[in-house]
Every structure is written in C-alpha cells, then in structure tokens.
C-alpha cells in the first residue's frame, strides 16, 4: 500500500515561476526522501529529509517536513524548462534491517519555456 | 562507477515463458531492491535483499523469484510470464539500509503478450 501521497497529480508553469509539490503519509516516519524522474529513465534522489528536521535546502530545492500534519513539500524555485519531470515522495517508516521505502503515486511537473 | 545496471533495457515474452531481469551495482551496497512501475501506480516494491544470502518479499512478490549469491547481483526471475506483468522494472541499491537514499538503475521496460 502506498504511504505518501502527492499533490497536485499534474502540474504545469511557465519557466521561472516557482513549484510546488506536496506529499501527505499516514503513519510515522523515519525520513521522507523526493525523486525525480525524467521521460523513459529511472528515479534520480533529490534530497532526503529525516523526522527530527524541519527543513532542508539544495540548490534551487527546498523541502519542508511537518510531522504533526504528516506533510511534506518541496519547492523548486525558478524553474526551467529541464525542470519538466515526474516527481514521487518516498517515506521510510522505520530503521533496522527491513527499512524500506514506500513510494507515493507522482506527479507530473511541466515546465513551459 | 557504473552504479546500478539493469539488462535488457527491453524484451518481449510470450505468456508462459521464463526470464531473468539482471541487475549489477558497484557500489558495494548491502541493500538491493526490485520495483514495477505501472501507470497511475507509482512503484511498488517486488522483492528486497539486505545482503548476500538474504531475501524478503515486498508488496507485490507473486510470479517472481529472486537470489542474492553476491553483493553485487541481484537477478529477477520471472517463473512463467503473464500479460499483468507487463510493467517497467527498476532494480535499485542503498547502503546501509533500504530506508536510506537509494540510487536507481535505468530500467527495464517488459512486454507480455
């Protein structure tokens, strides 16, 4: 069953306006992480955020974590066209030897130049 | 580094017929994984193994096999191939452990007829 949740499903802007991209879970978490994944390709990690962090910066990244709400979300600020993707969240719900991560469904990010 | 491999990249079967989905990672990860993805579904998780000598199902484990003889490989089975396991197949790696960021390989995209 899927743990986190994106939304929008879709979502289109035009170049160098900001995105925003949200994921909710349902049980507790050890760390959320966001992938990006372009046409026809595998999951590439963008950044990783644990339970006891708030936020998280990289690059033109900014991802938040708010545990009580179960709430993630990441922002990519100036997008370009090379932006235009599909982005999942991805929890992990515990440590030990099963850790594992549970993917949300996606969302398609499209960037208009 | 190569980091993870996948082969083949693509393959037609018809129903009934065996394979092996291959999967190599120079990374020297302990944690090895196997996911489908389909439309609207996001990932899910087929099989997982958290070092060599060591599997464990996901959510999705039926029709499919796996082995760990080494920390390098880790090869998919399909046992006898059906229509609904046409999906693209990503096998992934993590270190130490799979709740951690786990790098992706390019995918294998599999056509059941």
């Known amino acids: 069953s899927q743990q986190g949740e994106e939304d929008p499903q879709a979502l289109s802007i035009q170049e160098g306006e900001n995105a925003t991209m949200n994921c909710s879970y349902k049980?507790?978490?050890?760390?959320l992480q966001w992938y990006r994944q372009n046409s026809g390709r595998g999951l590439v990690h963008l950044i990783l955020?644990?339970?006891?962090?708030r936020e998280k910066h990289s690059g033109r990244l900014r991802v938040t974590l708010d545990t009580s709400k179960k709430s993630s979300s990441l922002l990519i600020t100036a997008s370009r066209a090379a932006d235009t993707a599909s982005y999942f969240c991805?929890?992990?719900?515990?440590?030990?030897?099963?850790?594992?991560?549970?993917f949300g469904k996606g969302i398609t990010l499209s960037v208009r130049p | 580094n190569a980091g993870v491999t996948q082969t083949p990249k693509f393959q037609v079967l018809k129903t009934g017929q065996s394979m092996t989905l291959q999967c190599a990672q120079d990374?020297?990860?302990?944690?090895m994984s196997w996911y489908r993805q389909d439309p609207g579904m996001g990932l899910r998780l087929i099989h997982y193994?958290?070092?060599?000598?060591?599997?464990d199902q996901g959510e999705v484990p039926n029709g499919y096999n796996v082995s760990r003889s080494t920390t390098e490989d880790f090869p998919l089975r399909l046992l006898s191939a059906a229509p609904s396991q046409t999906s693209v197949y990503f096998c992934?790696?993590?270190?130490?452990?799979?709740?951690?960021?786990?790098?992706f390989g390019p995918g294998t995209r599999l056509l059941v007829l």
């Open positions: 992934a790696s993590s270190y130490p452990l799979g709740g951690e960021t786990q790098y």
């Open positions: 049980t507790s978490i050890n760390n």
């Open positions: 955020i644990r339970s006891n962090e």
């Open positions: 991805a929890t992990a719900k515990n440590t030990g030897a099963n850790s594992k991560l549970t």
């Open positions: 990374m020297n990860h302990e944690y």
């Open positions: 193994s958290v070092g060599a000598g060591i599997t």
